[in-house]
């Protein structure tokens, strides 16, 4: 079956730079989540869209941003990363309540 | 704001003990979700509790929720190596992922 597609799967990146984290839900799903996890830490959720609208936010830095393209997949745009950005991504998609996570993206800040 | 805490944070069982993790919410929870993390893996979710005092099984895991719906419980007996991660609760309509609890399993 079909599963939530994330790229790249590892991202270094140094300070002050930007990087784009790509998910690609599975197809008919109609909610795309985004997560931070830092180490030994609980997924933290950032911002979700239904339907291509973003539809609640967390505690997304302001800058980031996140937004669904007309295809459903889903960008996360990471803007003047800090060290402590440094974590794992998490993209999740669902048909309904139960949510279906991606691989993640372990992005490392230097 | 919302917290979900869940003790223990760590648990080390010997293969074939029983472990139990609790869920405790600080407001009253439409429902709550249960999700296994292995070790370098993504969320997988579990389950999904609605009513009060519901208990559901999934083969040697039961889940219950609470009357009140402020707290739940998740209760592995007799564990395998297999069962090791770490298991989250999740208040879906807030959300809001549980601080976890690590399993780990000697065989």
């Known amino acids: 079956a079909a599963g939530v597609i994330q790229s790249p799967r590892h991202l270094i990146k140094e300070k002050r730079e930007t990087a784009t984290l790509k998910c690609y839900p599975i197809p008919r799903h109609d909610t795309v989540y985004w997560y931070q996890q830092g180490p030994g830490q609980d997924p933290q959720f950032l911002i979700s869209f239904y339907e291509k609208m973003q539809s609640d936010k967390g505690s997304i830095p302001d800058r980031f941003s996140a937004q669904q393209f007309s295809d459903y997949h889903s960008e996360l745009n990471m803007s003047s990363l800090e060290l402590g950005d440094s974590a794992l991504y998490f993209c999740a998609s669902s048909p309904g309540y139960e949510q279906y996570f991606g691989p993640g993206t372990r992005l490392t800040v230097t | 704001g919302q917290q979900v805490m869940q003790i223990p944070q760590y648990q080390h069982v010997q293969e074939g003990e029983d472990f139990t993790t609790y869920c405790n919410s600080s407001t009253t929870l439409s429902n709550i979700q249960w999700y296994k993390q292995r070790p370098g893996g993504h969320p997988v979710f579990l389950i999904q509790?609605?009513?009060?005092?519901e208990v559901k099984k999934q083969k040697r895991l039961t889940f219950q929720f609470g009357e009140a719906k402020k707290n739940s419980s998740l209760h592995i007996t007799a564990t395998q190596t297999t069962d090791v991660g770490t298991y989250f609760c999740?208040?879906?309509?807030?959300?809001?992922f549980g601080t976890g609890t690590r399993l780990q399993v000697f065989p």
């Open positions: 999740a208040a879906r309509d807030k959300l809001i």
């Open positions: 509790l609605v009513k009060s005092g």
